[in-house]
């Protein structure tokens, strides 16, 4: 009872950070809070359960300078050219009678590339839906199109942070995880792409906005030299470099770039890494300004202190009755609709992403683990339902800044079709997994 009342406790601050546009900061610190009131109400000395908190903080320290290094790349990126032009050729080559198949393509590529689905949409996603507008396209389709594609680089690209907070708290390799998920993923994205064959059938784009394209071209030098800090990363990353390794020379070239390409001075440089990129002209300014350290210091926060919660319910036990109710259900229904189910649950209640991978992990994983599966299971298991199933409950920060960003309703999530295509058809793909891999 007393586990629920905290649960409760936390979920209205959620409810009320959301209505009220408050940090996500708020509503994790009041449930760390009220977690460790229960365990200090069950006999627990402050001391032990500070400790707990301290060593649940600390699976997620190595995790800091990734995002660090993620803030800074987006950044220059920008800066660099590289998003413009990605941006500006891609829009070229644009054929209006496959508009809806085009903008879930190019945004899968971009966020593929950024690893993040803000930073996609606020980029990428905004041109497309001026294009949409602009050629009598329905904006809840080219919506659905764009958070679709957002997505799937949000999941599967090593350069996300829902990826390598996946890989930290299931202990697996980043890059055999997203080989797993391109392998899992393939037939949710091939249904994607007949989906959206025929909503570009019947949504056709009449004209476009040539104007806002050709700024790109004004404001930045889009010579291929731009695109270097990219392939820098995509080859490393093919290499298996570590991430944080391949981030880096990637960050040093887009420096340079940055430098010598697009004449900007190293303090002005230094600047957007550090605060973000900022564009003079006031039509690409909400486009492509974003990104920078700073951007990254909310998240961190968060990532620290929904950490603590697992050291904290490690120590106590107050999961284990919740374990109880599932180990029961995964008997019955087994275990990866059990986790989808308690990732269902987890996204509702907490209204992003970070808190549901921690706590369906926590959860169900001495479950996988009791039934002699590998942790590299449970790993694609959650990349498969909770970091998508988190965007499909409209009061949810990770699908309502998207929306927002892009001006559009709730009305586009069903349009999204990867979101709910990946958790519906990935098992298939599991089972290919389990026929080909020796450790699966």
Known sequence: MDFLLATIIFVFSLIYSIYRQISTIFPVLTGMFAFSFIAFYRGYKLKNILEMLLKGMKKSFSLIPVFALIGMITALWRASGTIPFFVYYGTKVL???????FSFLLTCFVSFALGTSFG???TIGIVLMVLAKSGNVDIYVTAGAIISGAFFGDRSSPVSSSANLVALVTETDLYDNVKRMFITGALPFLASLGVYFFLSKTHPINVTNNELIEKFNLCFNLSLLVILP???IFLLMALKMNVKVSMFFSLLTAILVSKFIQNMSFREIFKYMIFGYVNSDPDLSGIISGGGLVTMISV????LIASS??????GTGMLKDVQGLLIILSKKTGLYLTTLITGLVTCALCCNQTLPILLTHDLMGDIYKKNGLSKSHLAIDLENTVILV??????????GVPLATIGVGPKAIPYAVYL???PLL???GRKFLHRTSNTF
Do not use: C, H, K, R
């Open 95 to 101: 054929n209006p009678d496959y508009f809806i198949l």
């Open 120 to 122: 996609t949409v606020g």
């Open 230 to 232: 990219a392939i820098v």
């Open 300 to 303: 961190s926060f968060v990532i």
């Open 309 to 314: 919660y697992s050291g904290l319910f490690e």
């Open 390 to 399: 988190a965007e499909l409950f409209p009061w949810s920060i990770a699908i």
């Open 420 to 422: 709910y295509l990946v």
């Open 426 to 428: 990935a098992p298939m």
